[in-house]
């Protein structure tokens, strides 16, 4: 899997907006990376990916709020996330894909969670 690094969160109040950075040590090339966040008491739920031609998914939990984009030239995919509310405190990481599928135009992007090597993430506490 590439090296990545996650940056960016912090506290932010309800309804707010939050950009989170994840960062690769060498360049993003034809990977997909996949948004993963891990409330407390929760488990790790998959909420967004981009591929490297910019086709994108989103979970329900967070569909018309969050955006992703990818910036080849900086190594960096960003997670916009806007009109945040309590449920989306969570820590927040991101991963390349180990494999990305289209059947019937539905995209799916795949991460061996059980395999994958889970860093420190960025948290995101959204609270009044």
């Known amino acids: 899997q590439l090296q990545l690094v996650e940056s960016g969160g912090g506290l932010a109040q309800p309804g707010e907006s939050l950009t989170l950075s994840c960062t690769a040590s060498?360049?993003?090339?034809?990977?997909?990376i996949v948004w993963f966040r891990q409330g407390p008491g929760k488990e790790r739920e998959q909420i967004s990916c981009?591929?490297?031609?910019?086709?994108?998914l989103f979970a329900n939990s967070v569909k018309g709020r969050f955006a992703v984009s990818r910036n080849n030239a900086k190594s960096t995919v960003y997670l916009q996330m806007s009109s945040l509310r309590p449920e989306d405190t969570a820590v927040y990481y991101c991963?390349?894909?180990?494999?990305?599928?289209?059947?019937?135009?539905?995209?799916?992007?795949?991460?061996?969670?059980?395999?994958?090597?889970w860093g420190r993430g960025t948290q995101v506490t959204v609270s009044s």
């Open positions: 991963k390349s894909a180990d494999f990305v599928s289209r059947l019937g135009g539905k995209l799916t992007c795949s991460v061996d969670e059980e395999a994958a090597v």
């Open positions: 060498g360049t993003l090339g034809d990977y997909a």
């Open positions: 981009i591929t490297s031609g910019g086709d994108s």
